[in-house]
T-cell receptor, first 115, second 114 residues
């Protein structure tokens, strides 16, 4: 299957700092990428849809100014958690669609811990 | 009623058992059905992908879709300890490339005892 690389896999930061997470499609071009959040023993919660060259579409209840998404190229989308607080601690996962294969593939996830 | 319901689990079986995982859904527009496997603190891995009703087999895994009953299943034969993970069903409606949103079940945690 197609490969989606997510980095970093784990980050620990102080409250008030900003954290950037990268998501790359390694062997295909992805005009659309998705960002999810997952709490322990819970399913994936879609946060936003990232569209190459345009603004992201956020799900209801997700703060746009808190979770900044940039999709500047066909292979890279970034999620920046601004002014992180302990309640932002979670597992963040990106996914990208390979239109040729009609399937959605996921990155390995980023565990964010805000102290 | 949630759009996708999945048996909550957890589920524990002995090695070699046949495992049946199920999801029901309410949106009759769903046409594409997937099963993902997720190991702890990892991203989901696509296991099975099916369109509309029918069966699909891949090694020890069989995916079954019954659109008339709005019911999908994943069967795992000869289960192995390495199959211990969380299994998520997912589905979407109209095909607009892989760029359409998925609706996920809550996931069920499977443990296969040696």
């Amino acid at each position: 299957g197609a490969v989606v690389s997510q980095h970093p896999s784990r980050v620990i930061c102080k409250s008030g700092t900003s954290v950037k997470i990268e998501c790359r499609s390694l062997d295909f071009q992805a005009t659309t990428m998705f960002w999810y959040r997952q709490f322990p023993k819970q399913s994936l919660m879609l946060m936003a849809t990232s569209n190459e060259g345009s603004k992201a579409t956020y799900e209801q209840g997700v703060e746009k100014d808190k979770f900044l998404i940039n999709h500047a190229s066909l292979t890279l989308s970034t999620l920046t958690v601004t002014s992180a607080h302990p309640e932002d601690s979670s597992f963040y996962i990106c996914s990208a669609g390979d239109s040729f294969q009609e399937k959605l593939f996921f990155g390995s996830g980023t565990q964010l811990s805000v102290l | 009623q949630k759009e996708v319901e999945q048996d909550p689990g957890p589920l524990s079986v002995p090695e070699g058992a046949i495992v049946s995982l199920n999801c029901t859904y309410s949106n009759s527009a769903f046409q594409y059905f997937m099963w993902y496997r997720q190991y702890s603190r990892k991203g989901p891995e696509l296991l099975m992908y099916t369109y509309s009703s029918g069966n699909k087999e891949d090694g020890r895994f069989t995916a079954q879709v019954d659109k008339s009953s709005k019911y999908i299943s994943l069967f795992i034969r000869d289960s192995q300890p390495s199959d211990s993970a969380t299994y998520l069903c997912a589905m979407r409606d109209d095909y607009t490339g892989a760029n359409s949103k998925l609706t996920f079940g809550k996931g069920i945690t499977l443990s296969v005892r040696p």
